[in-house]
C-alpha cells in the first residue's frame, strides 16, 4: 500500500464503519432540525435570520463574518454542507480538478436526499484524487490552490476535519433521536 493510500485508507474506514452508516435513513425533520433558538442552518432563500446568507438557488447557508463569539449551534443541514463545500470541495476543485465549489455559490441542498448524494459526490473526488498522489506530492505543496503546506498536511487536515465534523452530526442526531427522553424512531 502507498503512503497516499494509507492516509486514503485512515478516512475511508471512517467513512465507512462510522460515519456513511450513521447518516442512513436521515430524514428532512432531522436535517433542518434546531434543537436550541439561534441555530445557524440551510434555509429558503430570504428566511435567514442571521448576519449573512450565501449560496445561488433556492436555498442559502446562515453565516457571519467575522464568526461571532461563542459561535452558534448549527443544524445537521448546515454542518453537512460545511463538509461538502468547505472541507472538501474547494480542495476537490483546487487540487484534483473539475469546477471551483464557493461558499457563496453553491447550490445548498434543500432535502436531506440532496444533502447526502452531495457529500457522496464529493467524498468520492476527493478519495479518489488523495489515492492517486504520489510521495512527492505529498511532500510538496500543492501546485494550484491558496494552500501552501505539504500536501500530506493538507489531507491529514481534511481527515480531521471530517472526522471532527462528523461526530457533530452523529450527536446531533443522537439528540434528536432522544428528544423528550425517549426514543425517537428513524423513518427511511
Do not use: K
Amino acid at each position: 500500500m502507498t503512503r497516499s493510500e494509507r492516509i486514503a485508507d485512515q478516512l475511508d474506514r471512517y467513512w465507512h464503519r462510522n460515519l456513511r452508516p450513521r447518516l442512513h435513513g436521515l430524514t428532512d425533520e432531522e436535517y433542518f432540525w434546531e434543537p436550541v433558538r439561534d441555530c445557524w442552518s440551510i434555509r429558503p432563500r430570504g428566511a435567514s435570520a442571521a448576519p449573512m446568507s450565501a449560496g445561488s438557488g433556492e436555498w442559502a447557508m446562515d453565516f457571519a463574518s467575522p464568526d461571532p463569539v461563542p459561535a452558534p449551534v448549527t443544524t445537521i443541514a448546515w454542518r453537512l454542507a460545511h463538509i461538502v463545500v468547505s472541507c472538501l470541495g474547494y480542495r476537490v476543485g483546487w487540487h484534483f480538478g473539475g469546477r471551483d465549489v464557493d461558499y457563496r455559490t453553491f447550490a445548498y441542498a434543500g432535502t436531506a436526499a440532496e444533502a447526502l448524494e452531495q457529500v457522496d459526490e464529493m467524498y468520492g473526488r476527493w478519495n479518489a484524487g488523495v489515492r492517486e498522489l504520489s510521495d512527492v506530492d505529498l511532500e510538496n505543496p500543492p501546485p494550484a490552490g491558496p494552500e501552501r503546506f505539504p500536501m500530506e498536511g493538507i489531507v491529514l487536515h481534511v481527515n480531521r476535519e471530517l472526522i471532527h465534523h462528523g461526530a457533530e452530526i452523529s450527536l446531533l442526531r443522537d439528540l434528536y433521536r432522544w428528544q423528550d427522553g425517549g426514543p425517537v424512531p428513524h423513518r427511511t
